[in-house]
């Protein structure tokens, strides 16, 4: 199973400045997700981060707010810009090599003030 | 389209007990399902993958069943204890979608009472 760094695992910040969270992960993957989890809710994929293109976002976030960058097979990162206290949730990164199973990070738990 | 429940959405059960958790799908073309445990403000643990030609997978006290047909699986605790405490989420992989991306239940909220 693939081990999964998350950084950082909390963070208090600003409403309209940004924040960017890393995913290493301990071996190669083909395909790295970007989830959201509102406080209360089920997870909302964001987007797949593909290496060497860019970023597949799902309706209702775009890249504007979203960059997401994917420089190799291990490693990823998920920026939330201009953020205001709607963007307080757990932001996570999953990885999954051929349709199987599924594996998470610790999660990052944002609150914007 | 694919949904997924979980029924119930919360549970408090006495330390000792063997219980069960539900999750329910509405197309039976589903590649494989996964159950997840996540405590309080972290990320998921996978639990069980259930592939589609599988009827049941075991680890340790846990058992997770899949009958496509009926389209549900069940998430067997034996012996539970106050560590097993936390929520625990399902997830289906549809067979046919384009994306074969995950959709997820809601959740069911375990409490384990010492």
């Known amino acids: 199973s693939a081990v999964i760094s998350q950084k950082p695992s909390r963070d208090i910040c600003q409403r309209g400045t940004s924040l960017t969270i890393q995913c290493q992960v301990d071996s190669q993957v083909t395909m790295m997700f970007w989830y959201r989890q509102q406080p209360g809710q089920s997870l909302t994929l964001i987007a797949t981060a593909n290496q060497g293109s860019e970023a597949t976002y799902e309706s209702g976030f775009v890249i504007d707010k979203f960059p997401i960058s994917r420089p190799n097979l291990t490693f990823s990162t998920l920026t939330v810009s201009n953020m205001s206290p709607e963007d307080s949730s757990i932001y996570l990164c999953?990885?999954?090599?051929?349709?199987?199973?599924?594996?998470f990070g610790q999660g990052t738990r944002l609150t914007v003030v | 389209k694919q949904e997924v429940t979980q029924i119930p959405a919360a549970l408090s059960v006495p330390e000792g007990e063997n219980l069960v958790l539900n999750c329910s799908f509405t197309d039976s073309a589903i590649y494989n399902l996964q159950w997840f445990r996540q405590d309080p403000g972290k990320g998921l643990t996978s639990l069980l993958l259930?592939?589609?030609s599988q009827r049941e997978q075991t680890s340790g006290r846990l058992n997770a069943s899949l009958d496509k047909s009926s389209g549900r699986s069940t998430l067997y605790i034996a012996a539970s204890q106050p560590g097993d405490s936390a929520t625990y989420l399902c997830?289906?992989?549809?067979?046919?979608?384009?994306?074969?991306?995950?959709?997820w239940g809601a959740g069911t909220k375990l409490i384990i009472k010492p």
């Open positions: 259930i592939q589609s």
């Open positions: 999953s990885v999954e090599e051929g349709y199987t199973e599924a594996f």
């Open positions: 997830a289906v992989r549809p067979s046919f979608d384009s994306n074969y991306q995950l959709i």
